[in-house]
């Protein structure tokens, strides 16, 4: 199907200046050579292997991102009824979260989901490919909003695809920007979007957003 213009969603990277689109291009080169894609390591990191924790829908998650992803599908579920609940992962990797994400929804008592995963480079966490609302949980756990110079649009994207009481969670590593330049992003996202942005303590910071209906 092809949309015509009239019905394209409107991207907040459609507005960028030449300037700006070559930092944003930069900043993904950077990434590349610093062989941050494919997610060789999605599983093992620094010597952290999360499965032998748990997997990453349970305790090994969990500690890692403070955020109980299968409770989060259960409660959409009975906020949804009838509805197949749609996970989009921004930048996922080796798909190894949605795997298993979606395993645990495969047992006879559980409502089946339906899982996407989206990877870089191939697809932009600040350009994602979707129509406005199409999913009921969007999650980034750090590569779509690491490896970027504008997290003000990778938000806005994920804000973007999300349906109406759905809920968008996101984690960020301690390095990813200076604390002063997060909190003018986050600023300027509560404000755009009325709504709040819920930190989740945990490592680096985790947060949730709930979409108003």
């Known amino acids: 199907m092809v949309l015509s213009d009239a ?10 200046t030449p300037e700006e689109r070559r930092e944003l291009d930069a900043a993904l080169a950077r990434a590349r050579e610093l062989d941050a894609f494919p997610h060789a390591d999605y599983v093992t990191y620094h010597g ?7 997997d990453e829908t349970t305790e090994g ?12 599908v259960e409660n959409l579920q009975r906020q949804f009824p009838g509805e197949v609940v749609r996970v989009l992962d921004v930048g996922c990797g080796r798909g190894v979260f949605l795997s298993e994400l979606g395993a645990a ?7 089946k989901i339906e ?14 490919p979707y129509p406005d609302e199409s999913f009921h949980l969007v999650i980034s756990t750090s590569a779509a909003t ?10 806005d994207e994920m804000h973007r695809v ?3 009481g759905g809920v968008m969670l996101f984690h960020r590593t301690p390095t990813m920007m200076a604390e002063e330049k997060l909190k003018a992003v986050f ?7 009325r709504v709040k942005i819920e930190e989740i303590k945990g490592w680096g910071g985790s947060y949730k957003v709930i979409k108003p209906k």
């Open 115 to 128: 899982t996407i995963g989206t990877n870089l480079p191939e697809v932009r966490g600040e350009d994602l």
């Open 146 to 155: 690491l490896y970027t110079s504008r997290l003000d649009l990778v938000l």
């Open 105 to 111: 929804f495969e047992r006879p008592d559980r409502q």
């Open 162 to 164: 999300l349906k109406k």
């Open 187 to 193: 600023d300027e996202f509560t404000a755009n979007h």
């Open 48 to 54: 952290l292997d999360w499965r032998g924790q748990g």
């Open 61 to 72: 998650c969990n500690q890692v991102y403070c955020t109980d992803f299968v409770r989060d």
């Open 7 to 16: 019905q394209k969603p409107k991207k907040k990277i459609d507005t960028l």
